[in-house]
């Protein structure tokens, strides 16, 4: 899964069990001009263009919201836990603000300790 929805630095932040899947992923996020793009076995399978600063989308509530969803569906089927908002869940681990782990342009940050781990 790769995002440009990332707080505070809204770079692309991509987790994955494949290098080239997650390359791709984040090169996919770029063809959007930003959004969210979870990608399974070389191919898209689910995307949410945000090509308004790679936050915001000028597509309908309703077209955002649906492709969203579904978005997150696919995510569920590729193992993340049901109870999990993949997509808030990763864009709020590259706040380094907030503790504990996060992750930054520089590296895995500690919160707690201010410490790269």
């Known amino acids: 899964m790769a995002t440009s929805v990332s707080h505070d630095s809204h770079n692309i932040i991509v987790v994955g069990t494949s290098e080239d899947d997650c390359a791709a992923a984040a090169n996919r996020v770029v063809e959007l001009n930003g959004g969210i793009v979870v990608w399974d076995q ?4 689910a995307e ?3 090509a308004i ?6 597509e309908s509530l309703t077209s955002v919201n649906e492709k969203l969803e579904f978005a997150k569906a696919k995510a569920h089927e590729l193992g993340v836990n049901p109870g999990i908002d993949p997509f808030m869940t990763l864009s709020f681990m590259a706040l380094p603000v907030i503790p504990s782990l996060r992750i930054t342009t520089r ?5 707690t300790t201010q410490s790269y781990v």
């Open 48 to 50: 949410v263009p945000l």
């Open 107 to 111: 590296g895995v940050f500690d919160v």
């Open 53 to 58: 600063a790679g936050i915001m989308s000028d």
């Open 42 to 45: 070389g191919k898209p399978v």
